[in-house]
């Protein structure tokens, strides 16, 4: 006889993304914002950051605190703004003047703290800024005819880049190890795309999904868009994770000398 499982009501309020307007935060706005900052995402971008930063000591927490922060200002809150402005992809109804705001205060900051760089560190910083600033603002705004929306902007912008950023601004310079780290960068953040893209379409662009896998003993799984989402999403909270407790690691390192 075979057994079934009975797949989940997908007549449900399908969300944007798994960490979308969470029930933690009462306000309405205050979850938009919550959605349009992609806070796994933006975790696992610092975690490259400071990944890099504490490949070889000694290491200069005061920097690596500047460069979380610009980070966290480029691409958590910059970056991130406009592209909801650009499309609306995650459907808010943030004001457009509130997007604009956002991206140009948080990019402009980030800029700011590497022009202190600049001064304090390297005056070579100033080729970081252009590139880091190009990147968020060209990619997401998907300027020059979209040539800058590939995936191998994203792999290399929010992959390679600030784990290569966040050295040279311990170090003034760029050692053998940190091109291997940032090789790490953008395998793990190619990883997060292979999984999120489809996760994103299932989401955002599907309105159902029929059909049932027949396994090998016979039983039968009917499928949902919440049974394909499961594991795609599970794996990218994993993936989260897992850059977190490599940074955490490295850091702890540092610290204890």
């Known amino acids: 006889m075979r057994r079934s499982k009975r797949p989940r009501d997908e007549a449900a309020h399908v969300v944007p993304s ?13 979850r938009e914002w919550w ?25 200069n927490m005061a920097r690596l605190a500047v460069t979380l922060v610009a980070f966290l200002l480029a691409v958590g809150v910059g970056a991130h703004s406009l592209d909801e402005l650009h499309g609306r992809p995650l459907k808010t109804s943030i004001p457009t003047r509130e997007l604009i705001i956002a991206s140009c205060i948080s990019i402009g900051g980030a800029v700011a ?32 005819h979209g ?30 190890a940190s091109f291997f780290a940032a090789a790490f960068g953008a395998l793990i953040t190619r990883i997060q795309r292979q999984l999120s893209s ?6 955002r662009r599907t309105d159902s999904v029929e059909g049932v896998m027949v396994r090998a003993d016979g039983t039968t799984v009917p499928l949902s868009r919440q049974t394909m989402l499961e594991p795609l999403e599970g794996a990218l909270k994993t993936l989260c994770w897992s850059g977190v407790a490599i940074a955490m690691a490295l850091a702890y390192l540092q610290l204890r000398h």
Not at 39 to 58: D, K, Q, R
Not at 150 to 169: E, K
């Open 18 to 30: 798994f960490y979308a307007q969470p029930k933690f935060l009462t306000r309405p706005r205050l």
């Open 35 to 59: 959605t349009v900052l992609h806070p796994p995402y933006t975790v696992l971008h610092l975690s490259l950051v400071t990944i890099g930063a504490c490949l070889a000591g000694p290491v």
């Open 113 to 144: 703290l590497g022009v202190v760089g600049m001064i304090l560190v390297s005056p070579y910083l100033a080729i970081f800024i252009f590139v880091g600033a190009l990147i968020a603002i060209g990619y997401n705004l998907e300027l020059f």
């Open 147 to 176: 040539r800058l929306h590939t995936g191998t902007v994203l792999v290399f912008g929010w992959g390679a880049f600030p784990v290569l950023t966040a050295y040279f601004a311990q170090h003034a310079d760029l050692g053998v």
């Open 198 to 203: 489809p996760a994103r379409d299932l989401r």
